[in-house]
């Protein structure tokens, strides 16, 4: 398995629809996991940490599913300015060195149409 | 809030050039990252540094050398480029490992070498 592993897509969705994305990891002994969002030609910016079982943050779900080794992404009421990029994010396992060594997925692409 | 700035956010350089990417961040971070983004490959890491004067390898080094003279600034040289180091870089930064930090990203340059 790949260390971090994301549906390249796209998703393409009408507004308003609810899309959810999956992103696997290899090593079981990471904690933390991040979704950044990228914009076309624009460097990641984070969207959403998640440090346990899941985080919410308005129309944004993160949830973490450790025994099958997955995060997933749920945005709700999607908006024509949710089209972008967004990438899963898994750090290195704990007490692994002194600087934090992200490993990064390809990414996810969603198009929101009218 | 984290400022990253890179200095370029486009350079047209010849190939066999020797070009510097200079990266400073404003929030006293002591690690900084140095990737570069190509399509379907994602972001790859090149070289990270967690003090002044430290530097260590990240997942695809050659071709590239790295400077931290001082905390808030990381450089990022090419030693004689080359047209298959045409791609986005983005700097970063972050508060030291086990504060589940995520990365802050500079704007990025794209670099192409002709």
């Known amino acids: 398995r790949k260390e971090v592993e994301q549906d390249p897509g796209p998703f393409n969705v009408p507004e308003g629809a609810t899309v959810a994305f999956n992103c696997t990891y290899s090593?079981?002994?990471?904690?933390?996991f991040f979704w950044y969002r990228q914009d076309c030609r624009k460097e990641p910016k984070l969207l959403m940490s998640?440090?346990?079982s899941g985080n919410e943050d308005g129309r944004f779900t993160a949830q973490l599913n450790r025994a099958s080794q997955y995060i997933s992404l749920l945005i709700r009421d999607s908006k024509l300015s949710d089209s972008a990029t967004y990438l899963c994010?898994?750090?290195?396992?704990?007490?692994?060195?002194?600087?934090?060594?992200?490993?990064f997925g390809t990414g996810t692409r969603l198009q929101v149409t009218l | 809030d984290v400022k990253v700035t890179q200095s370029s956010r486009y350079l047209v350089k010849r190939t066999g050039e020797k070009v510097f990417l200079e990266c400073v961040q404003d929030?006293?971070?002591?690690?900084m990252f140095w990737y570069r983004q190509d399509p379907g490959l994602g972001l790859r890491l090149i070289y990270f540094?967690?003090?002044?004067?430290?530097?260590e390898k990240g997942d695809i080094p050659e071709g590239y050398s790295v400077s931290r003279e001082k905390k808030e600034r990381f450089s990022l040289i090419l030693e004689s480029a080359s047209t298959n180091q045409t791609s986005m870089y983005l700097c970063?930064?972050?508060?030291?490992?086990?504060?589940?930090?995520?990365?802050?990203f500079g704007n990025g340059t794209r670099l192409t070498v002709t």
């Open positions: 970063a930064s972050s508060p030291p490992q086990g504060t589940h930090s995520p990365l802050h």
């Open positions: 090593n079981s002994a990471s904690q933390s």
């Open positions: 998640v440090y346990s």
């Open positions: 994010v898994v750090p290195p396992s704990p007490n692994t060195g002194t600087a934090s060594k992200l490993t």
């Open positions: 929030m006293d971070h002591e690690n």
């Open positions: 540094s967690y003090d002044v004067k430290m530097k």
